[in-house]
């Protein structure tokens, strides 16, 4: 199979997952994108997954069911059911399910943070060209060295996500919806300076850049070696973190503490 990440908008990426004939996408917040790419290797439409319900991530929907019908699988809100109402079949996922799509078992996790109902995809053993891995669709959740802003969900919803996605296997690929890596790493930076996995990372992605191509996917394993946000669920394993984060009170270095104020930071950084 081949995975594809199709630019669109500034800095997002629409995923497309292919077996050569039939193709699964993820969040087309444009239909032009998809379109072109389904031309360009002759492929059939098959399925579409939605993880939330932001605008760059459903305002395709519609015309791309208008013009293939794909299966849907959607997150349960109002405007993605909008966009969905002229599909033959939508289904509308909570999280806990599985589904099947291009002869592969997916489970869908349930994802609070960045939106109450935000969901993720994830195949286990996705047999891609260079050997078999599981992969993640995550949306605005989990980004390479960040995660999402909390638009609708709490501090504990998003750090209950982040140790769930922590969970899974190291090869596991972090497939997110933005180009933010590298003002991400910028900002894990400050708040590790002595992390140098941060700055290894940030020269290769900025010679990727450099050439116009994306720094995704990542990988679970990679992540946990600088992402402050991944870093912050194992505060004994990342102390130097921890006691960078100037005027955060001793007494309140628990887990979930360190990863509020890191979001907070993160807001305002820029």
């Known amino acids: ?11 997002n990426y629409i995923w497309l997952l292919h077996d050569g004939k039939d ?9 032009e994108p998809v379109q072109t790419a389904l031309a360009q290797h002759g492929l059939r439409l098959a399925h579409l997954f939605i993880t939330h319900q932001h605008h760059d991530h459903i305002d395709g929907v519609a015309a791309l069911i208008t013009a293939h019908q794909p299966a849907v699988w959607a997150a349960r809100h109002p405007q993605i059911q909008a966009q969905t109402a002229g599909a033959m079949q939508a289904v509308v996922l909570d ?3 599985s589904v099947q799509a291009l002869g592969l078992d997916w489970q869908v996790l349930a994802a609070p943070g960045h939106t109450l109902s935000h969901i993720l995809l994830y195949a286990a053993a996705l047999p891609l060209s260079a050997g078999v891995q599981p992969v993640l669709f995550c949306g605005d959740t989990l980004f390479s060295a960040g995660c ?5 969900g709490s ?3 998003m750090w209950h996500t982040l140790a769930r996605i922590n969970a899974l296997p190291g090869e596991t690929l ?3 919806a933005h180009e933010y890596t590298l003002s991400n790493l910028r900002f894990a930076a400050s708040v590790h300076p002595a992390c140098v996995a941060v700055g290894t990372r940030m020269a290769q992605c900025q010679q990727l850049r450099d050439q116009g191509l994306p720094t995704l996917p990542s990988n ?3 992540e946990r070696k600088f992402n ?3 870093q912050a669920l194992d505060l004994k394993g990342n102390l130097t973190l921890t006691l960078h984060l100037a005027g955060f009170p001793a007494e309140q270095w628990d887990s979930l503490s360190v990863f509020a104020a890191l979001r907070t930071l993160r807001n305002d950084f820029s």
């Open 1 to 11: 199979m081949e995975l594809l990440a199709l630019p669109a908008f500034a800095d």
């Open 23 to 31: 193709a699964l996408v993820v969040d087309p917040g444009a239909a």
């Open 95 to 97: 999280g806990g399910e």
């Open 148 to 152: 999402g802003r909390l638009f609708e």
């Open 155 to 157: 501090p504990a919803q």
């Open 174 to 176: 972090i497939c997110c």
């Open 220 to 222: 679970l394993a990679q």
């Open 228 to 230: 402050p946000f991944l």
